[in-house]
């Protein structure tokens, strides 16, 4: 499974301002854990920055490390957003995923980051 | 007509975060009920999960159940409405139906699903 | 000019919901009362259903017997919205006509139903 | 200088109602006062009438009326909301200009009228 | 590194309005600072001018400064709207900046400008 | 039926070259024979003129004058290639009408005018 | 299976002029052959008419028949071809199917029509 | 009317190859000679230099010189190859104007230039 | 490496007729062999079948196979197109690969298939 | 001025088949040789490749090379046709420059690669 600890970081150049930071990945494909078929989605990062800001090209090596994983869309993006929310500890963050066409269906899956103590038990 | 018992699901895999699933068919067709001529749509299904999320390939098998059934465009989409509610108990859903053109015209239809209590009476 | 009496009603299938209709007619043509030229327009009714729907073919023909009217953008949608507001009396309704180049302009007219005591006087 | 005494006006055939015209003029050009170059623009008038509409054609003439005179875009933007409110006394309007590339730049310019006394000292 | 004072102003030629001035710049390009390869961007600016507006041709040869800058996307998008912000003083001012197709990703980064004393500490 | 009288011509401003005028009208309208119901269609009329070219308000007229009647797309098509290719005489033309969407479908006729002698008996 | 004897025709208005008559349906559906999930098409029918031309609405009809046909791409597309030449003998026909999106894959297919005679043996 | 002495022009920087270029001008405006109102067009010109090519900025000097020219498209077009073709001599030259919606109309004129002798008596 | 056992094929229906059949596959991916990163690709397959016909699922899973193989963009057209030439034997086929942006970059590589006595030596 | 000696070739994977290659540079930018302002293009290179191709990273390397050069649009795009050609000798090859917006214009070169002594004196 795809290790967070492939991501690195580097200082927030403003802290002193709330700006939003939009990545987007054109290129995300795994696996259905089912059966065993590609799928191919987009992948939106957008989070307002604490200390820390993520490398783009270590986001992508990230990504990539997807490829041969059986994964469902529901836990892949629910995966992206715990591993940034705990590297980047940002202010705010979305993590949005696109896929593809699939037996006739299109799906979006859309997850906001809180810190723990925030969330619904 | 069809029937809410094909529909499967799975464990929701992330119940502490309220993140929106969307998933939109583009294939959806039934029959007029009137002149029994085919009308076709896309049928989108926006939810928040609770306990339990619906499976893609069933919610397909669900959907093509329609096909041949005469059944009117308000109608079906508050059918489907209901079905995946009284199925899911989502904390919120929307479904919506995009009719492609008739007589000139194109429809939209959107609900939204809430508990029985909220509802208008 | 276009007789309200041409359109038909069916019960709502759904009252205990607030839920959406949208009907959208591509092909809608009158004409100018001071040149007699053709203008042509797309006309988007949306509202909440109350007690009653109006059927689609019928709302078909009542726009058809726009055609060889001479009447102002801003007048036609107002009656629209005036007509059909009188006859459903939905819990809320939009009607917006959007308006083919005439002279290097396009326009959009958008009208909100609202029962008469609501009104500004 | 474009004169807004060419501007024709009819009464408002509803007033009982808020309800929102829009005119966008697809074919506005003016001169840039440094260089003497045309500029070319798209010009959108969004407004609720109280007791009267501008009536179509005079807008257009009204328009045409720039065509050789040399005016920044904020200005003219400015101008036309000024010229438009003064005549028409809107329950509420906004002009909003949109600017064909010049040197690698496009540009938008949107103002808001506002009876006098409401407005910024 | 682009110098501000390249930037020229003029004076806001309706200063009792707060209305939206929006120029996008379509050929923006720096470069990484760490590959030294070329990024391509598309810079928007949106603000309200209080005394004074950024005049046109002067903001392009400022943007053109950047040419063969290496910076990173954050960054630059941050020292846009801090040279513009302490230039102009707007009432309000967004800078956003779009990144093109980077190793399968595209980027935006907008940051907000604000007087220092309203800034988070 | 449109009278082709309507129509006026002006002296072609080039006639020792073969050029080429293509005129397409965006807003015909005629009514099916057999419902009554109305069609919308795009005219394309292409031509290499030669003594003569045919005036385009003269033109928007003769469309017009099909608003009431009652024609199929095949005939309507070629009765406007012949009513053009009796009035100018071209050098070569073409006539095509793209239908609107009517029951699910789209429909294109194209005819293309040839001196009777060429015709295929 | 569809049945040819659906189709209704009617006399060219204009055998003296080879003219082109392109029909698209936007609506078409069958089922795959093998799995039984319904297969979805635009098919376009462009023939020059001989002394017959086939009737739209008997023509949707006709294709409303594949509804519950279990049938490959390649082999509907080639009866429709067959069925249609066999009924109007057109001086040219070309039938092109075009399917949507099915496990990553989008299909065309076309087939022209001659006489027996001209075929490859 | 537009003087082609403006126009001006630089060797041809590779004779030895025909090779094809392409200026397309989106900001062309003159006016209607009948009504005096404003007309809308964008240019190419597509030719294979000899021995000179035309100055881009000069091109867009002589194009702007029209914008208080009443003129008609058919003439318009067949102007501007004629200077064009008189002042380049090129290998081989086609003009085409595309004109915006006017009464519900577009047109496109497209010219090619000849040398005099190739020309149709 | 994608091995061409996994294609099946079925009779081709209509063999008495010379048919274009075309199968694009929306969601190619294989390694680039230098850097071992991802590559996308849209890849199209047009024939004219002789005896047999290939099966879209073993052409999916065909495809499928080179999702972790490290192969050159020309390679790879070729080898596809050798593949399924040598298998199918078809009147005539061409293979399309359309590649994603890579470092600013998209390429489109086409091989056209035939018998290997009509090739160049 | 950009040195061709930075371009690298490989191997032609399949020498005996004519096959197209195509490669677009969607980020090729250069100055104007006269105002020193930046222009900016889409580059696409064809060619049928003899016994070698060009590796794209170093094709890459190259185009950067003309960032700051002067050089007009006809000379640039004859002098990558002329550098390619006599690097790859291929069997045939275009060169498409594409210019973004300048001064309202944009504009497309397109030169053909010939062996010299197919070349006009």
């Not at 836990?75 to 699939?102: F, H, Q, Y």
Request: charged share 25%; hydrophobic share 35%; aromatic share 10%.
């Amino acid at each position: 499974m795809a290790d967070p600890k492939i991501l690195e970081t580097f200082p927030n150049p403003q802290p002193g301002r709330d700006y939003l930071i939009e990545h987007t990945h054109h290129e995300f494909t795994s696996l259905c854990p089912i059966t065993g078929h590609p799928d191919f989605a987009e992948i939106t990062v957008q989070y307002v920055a604490d200390k820390i800001c993520v490398e783009l090209k270590s986001l992508k090596l990230y990504f990539h490390a997807y490829r041969n994983e059986g994964i469902f869309f529901e836990e892949v993006t629910n995966k992206i957003c715990d591993d940034l929310g705990a590297l980047l500890k940002p202010r705010r963050m979305t993590v949005i995923s696109r896929w593809m066409a699939r037996g006739g269906f299109t799906s979006v899956i859309s997850a906001e980051w809180r810190p723990k103590k925030q969330r619904r038990k």
